[in-house]
């Protein structure tokens, strides 16, 4: 099965997966000539926690790599993303958008993810640590127990898991708080490092107001259109060029075919994806113009220099005050679409 990236499984890997059993504590995969190949593996000597050593032999500084690692006890497979921090920008775009490929071409889905930006990452006492958060239980924090409320409020309004915006289109304000899963994190954290055009999307998990990573692709703006869903609602990040200086610009789609749930629920969560987009991004590189369409047949490279000009506003520089299109993290900026009726 071929990735976004276009890597697919070598039949070496193939072989390699149907021919796993339970003497084989680690499997190493690499992306080798657009192939994810087989690049090492380590047998069983004890428990997982006691073979986690072998990987420092196994894995190499600043190469990301993905390790499946065997749970004790039939437990399933543990995937190990092993991404450095000093891995090249295009290795960790790479791998990030051929992940998804890999989960779906394993025997069966991986029992838990385990992302890794150093090697002292996978030692035992970090796995233990590891274990304990995924276990412990999770108290609410104040944005968490605020949720909590705002769904009761939406339950006793008839809403389900959703609520309305203030008014039609409008998008200021703190908004609903989405939790971020790390492979989003890693992706838009490399997209920012980026030189050439890209996008990251992401998506709201239904039930859970979790946001998660869909996937990395290189595109160009004319492309762009094509990696976004024209019937559900969803979130993009895209790393324009063509300006003065490289920007990040985010923009929120929510096609008019949508259940009216799911846009309210973008719709609430959208100022909030900005703000922590832009913790994630270096200073100055998240454009300050926030841009929605509901046609995303419409993103194209005249759509980017009509809503942005020649150059973005970054939004470490942006204006406050006013949500006036273009003014700061006021108001999403309303695409002025191909098809314009007078009035």
């Known amino acids: 099965m071929a990735s976004i990236s276009g890597i697919s499984l070598s039949s070496d890997l193939s072989s390699a997966l ?12 690499s992306i080798r000539d657009e ?8 047998s069983a000597k004890g428990r997982l926690p006691d073979d986690l050593p072998a990987l420092e032999s ?16 039939g437990a399933g497979w543990l995937l190990i993303d092993y991404v450095p921090d000093g891995s090249r920008v295009r290795d960790k775009m790479l791998y990030a958008s051929t992940r998804g490929a890999l989960t779906r071409s394993l025997p069966s889905p991986p029992s838990d993810t385990l992302y890794a930006t150093s090697k002292h990452d996978l030692s035992p006492t970090s ?9 412990a239980p999770k108290p609410l924090s104040a944005r968490e127990k605020e949720m909590e409320e705002v769904k009761a409020a939406e339950r006793a309004a008839g809403f389900g898991n959703t609520r309305p915006s203030a ?20 992706a838009v954290k490399a997209l920012g490092e980026a030189d050439g ?28 259109g094509s990696k976004v869903s024209s019937t559900d609602p969803s979130f993009a990040f895209f790393n324009y060029t063509s300006g003065s200086q490289p920007q990040v610009v985010f923009i929120y789609t929510c096609p008019s075919s949508s259940p009216i749930k799911h846009r ?44 942005l000009g020649s150059g973005a506003e970054s939004a470490a520089g942006s204006r ?20 314009r009726r007078a009035r």
């Not at 149907?18 to 995969?29: G, P, Q, V």
């Not at 790599?65 to 006890?73: E, G, I, K, M, S």
């Open 127 to 135: 796995y233990a640590a590891h274990l304990t958060h995924l276990n």
């Open 197 to 224: 055009e890209g996008v990251v999307t992401a998506a709201i998990e239904p039930g859970s107001e979790k946001l998660v990573y869909v996937e990395a692709a290189d595109v160009s703006a004319d492309e762009l």
């Open 58 to 73: 196994l894995l190499v500084d600043n190469v990301p790599a993905y390790v499946l690692a065997r749970l004790d006890n």
């Open 18 to 29: 149907a021919s796993l059993d339970e003497s084989t504590r680690f499997l190493k995969i």
């Open 264 to 307: 309210m629920l973008y719709s609430a969560g959208a100022a909030s994806v900005f703000s922590t987009a832009k913790s994630l991004l270096p200073p100055g590189r998240l454009a300050s113009r926030k841009l929605e369409t509901s046609d995303p047949s419409e993103l194209s490279s005249k759509f980017f220099r009509d809503e």
């Open 167 to 186: 008014s039609p289109g409008a998008f200021g304000g703190s908004g609903v708080g989405l939790q971020w899963d790390n492979a989003l994190e890693e």
């Open 320 to 339: 406050s005050g006013s949500g006036t299109p273009g003014a700061g993290g006021g108001g999403f900026a309303k695409p002025r679409g191909p098809a």
């Open 35 to 42: 192939q994810l190949v087989p690049d090492g593996s380590h």
